[in-house]
């Protein structure tokens, strides 16, 4: 049973549009969730990490989890095509844990 | 922020040959680097995690004598790919954080894309 699951896409939305993104899991030990966004052949930037339940927010983005469905979420507001990048969520069970990773969703904004 | 520095960007060898990729934390000492290996459409695989003045641990199912790790320094993390074959064409990606507990505050290399012909 993989561990965690991701779309990989591609997604394809016009610029300004809201974009959500999820990632489901199934070990209920994870703790730590974490979004990167890798441009093509580049490394992965982190653009926000959580713990537990709840949200968070970061200018035009918000990472979201629930923990009780095992779900994490990353919404991009006002999309611009430089958001146009893969998406990997990534978890870990504790801090000193390794960090999983999705297989990672392309998104494409389209001007 | 915190920069992670990957050479080379791209290498195209020989099969047989070996191939080392280095990694330098720029601005602060990383006593701890990681290595990962990507493969097209696929997620980030741990292979290593680099240890300054120690043995790496390798991951299962990693061959560590196949891919040497060498953390000689605070700033600095070689893998070396020995007797390198097709299937190892991969991008490789390095990671380093500055110590502390919050590691998912990871800051990546550009990644090397080898090809072995």
């Not at chain 1, 591609?10 to 974490?34: D, H, K, R, W």
């Not at chain 2, 070396?80 to 074959?85: P, Y």
């Amino acid at each position: 049973q993989k561990e965690v699951e991701q779309d990989p896409g591609p997604l394809s939305v016009p610029e300004g549009a809201i974009v959500s993104l999820n990632c489901t899991y199934s070990n209920s030990a994870f703790q730590y969730f974490m979004w990167y966004r890798q441009y093509s052949r580049k490394g992965p930037e982190l653009l926000m990490y959580t713990y537990s339940s709840g949200n968070k927010e970061d200018g035009r983005f918000t990472a979201q989890v629930d923990k009780s469905s095992k779900y994490i979420s990353l919404f991009i507001r006002d999309s611009q095509p430089s958001d146009s990048a893969t998406y990997l969520c990534a978890r870990k069970k504790n801090r000193d844990d390794k960090i999983i990773f999705g297989k990672g969703t392309r998104l494409h904004i389209l001007p | 922020g915190a920069v992670v520095s990957q050479h080379p960007s791209w290498v195209i060898c020989k099969s047989g040959t070996s191939v080392k990729i280095e990694c330098r934390s720029l601005d602060f000492q990383a006593t701890t680097m990681f290595w990962y290996r990507q493969f097209p459409k696929q997620s980030l695989m741990l292979m290593a995690t680099s240890n300054e003045g120690s043995k790496a641990t390798y991951e299962q199912g990693v061959e560590k004598d196949k891919f040497l790790i060498n953390h000689a320094s605070l700033t600095l993390s070689t893998l070396t790919v020995t007797s390198a074959h097709p299937e190892d064409s991969s991008f490789y990606i390095c990671s380093a954080h500055s110590g502390g507990r919050e590691n998912e505050k990871l800051f990546f290399g550009s990644g090397t894309q080898l090809s072995v012909l």
